[in-house]
């Protein structure tokens, strides 16, 4: 029977499963363990084992994964006729899986030789794509062992009372903030866009949420954590990252456009805000993760419901990103285009008296992180030997600017939160600069 017939033992099986799944969770994700010659985290070592056994068949996976999500685009859902966004990421996935072929097979290599520079179509195999798809499933069979048994409601809850001060939004945030950043971002905004539509956020709490909160998840994180190679500094570059990602959004939260914003609940919702809890707080977050753990799933259930959902992320990641990865890079190293764009990020580096080469490209790589953000670590990674200093901010600040044009913009824009284009490529701005800064900062005092 449930736990209502025998609270005791609910209790204790609550107790069980927050202790031990989380320990679990926190020891794959963030302890470092010595094998192989390498020290890095245990989900690292998992990844390097699962590249070595079936690298080979990851790139034709790859394809049929792509295939699969062309079928569901075009012929199942349909949704390439839905509006003008799904039809440019309609054109991605099917660009995406032409460019796969072509890196598969080499056709095209004469006719589109620029294409085939060992730093596109050849990088994008032999790194990307294997990186990617890796990083993707390990860390999304492991992510319920982090965010189904608790921890996330009970650092929510301790989270509340700092949200209103520090960022100008309602206690309820922190948990859309932690879900999106152990999930994926396209969660922080469609959650956000619900409290929004039921009178519980106003309009400026939103765009704050969604601009600050809604970025990529850990699984992301290892990805560009391994493709810039600071994997030995993981547990340095996760908690930096989550702390310069919140800061820069307490201080965009007072910046133009967001604090221009009004401050009103939707048209027609009934305002909802909620009620402060401003005692015995850690009592109550004990109490919600518990709570959340006593009503949790067995573990093969949580990673059978994790794997389903994941499976529609991770087809179309691996089929976008190698479209607006190829044309970031074409456009990188044969254009001047991000280079001119990238001098206006020079201010913000200049104090971290980084070598030439690695100013050039960490300036062309912050400018190109505004089309994707993969983009810039992809072109920061082909770019030959770089700092540990640069490689550590071109992991960070794809995580830290949140906005980019390929994914972010064309689900926030599919939603009711008030929010221009314009706005979006503003803060973009204002992000990667304060996340240079910030970055390069605590790079300098404890990477150097």
Known sequence: MSGSDSP?????????????????????????????GRNTVVLDH???????????????????????????????????????????????KLSGFVIMIMGLTGIGAETFPALFDRRIIPF???????TMFTALVVAIFFMPFLVDYGLLEFCGVLLRPVMRPLFRTPGTSAVIAVTA???????????????????????????????GFSTTSIAMMMVLAQMMGIMEHWSFYF?????????????????RPISRKA????????????????????????????????????????????????FRMLMTMMSTVPAFATLGLYLGFNTSVFQYIGYVFAPFLMPFALPAP???????????????????????????????????LMALVPVSMVAYLS????????????????????????????????GGTLAVLFLA
């Open 8 to 36: 005791s033992f609910s209790r204790t099986r609550a107790l069980f499963s927050f202790l031990l799944f989380n320990a679990l969770g926190v020891f794959i994700f963030f302890v470092s363990i010595s094998a192989g």
């Open 46 to 92: 998992i990844c390097t084992w699962f590249r070595s056994a079936f690298g080979a068949f990851i790139p034709w996976v790859t394809a049929a994964l792509m295939l699969c999500c062309l079928a569901d685009t075009f012929f199942l859902r349909r949704i390439w006729r839905k509006n003008a966004t799904e039809l440019l990421m309609s054109a991605a």
């Open 124 to 130: 994008i195999m032999d790194n990307l794509i294997g």
């Open 263 to 310: 401050d009103n609940f939707y048209p027609g919702a009934a305002p909802c805000p909620e009620k402060i809890v401003t005692s015995r707080i850690l009592h109550h977050a004990w109490e919600a993760g518990l709570a959340r753990a006593g009503t949790q799933a067995a573990p093969h259930v949580c990673v059978a419901r994790s794997l389903r959902m994941g």
């Open 181 to 211: 950043f152990v999930g994926s971002f396209t969660i922080g905004v469609l959650a956000t866009e619900q409290m929004y539509r039921e009178g519980k956020f106003t309009a400026r709490e939103s765009v704050i949420i969604t601009t």
């Open 358 to 392: 690695d100013m050039s490209v960490a300036m062309t790589a912050s400018a190109m992180g505004s089309v994707d953000m993969m983009v810039g670590p992809i072109y920061a990674a082909s770019a030959g030997e770089l700092g540990v200093i640069t490689r550590y």
């Open 239 to 255: 908690w930096t990252t989550l702390a310069i990602t919140f800061g820069v959004t307490a201080i965009t939260a007072r910046l």
């Open 407 to 438: 994914g972010y913009v064309p689900c926030i824009k599919s939603t009711e939160i008030p929010v221009s284009f314009s706005e979006i490529f503003l803060i973009w701005f204002e992000r990667t600069a304060l996340s240079l800064l910030a």
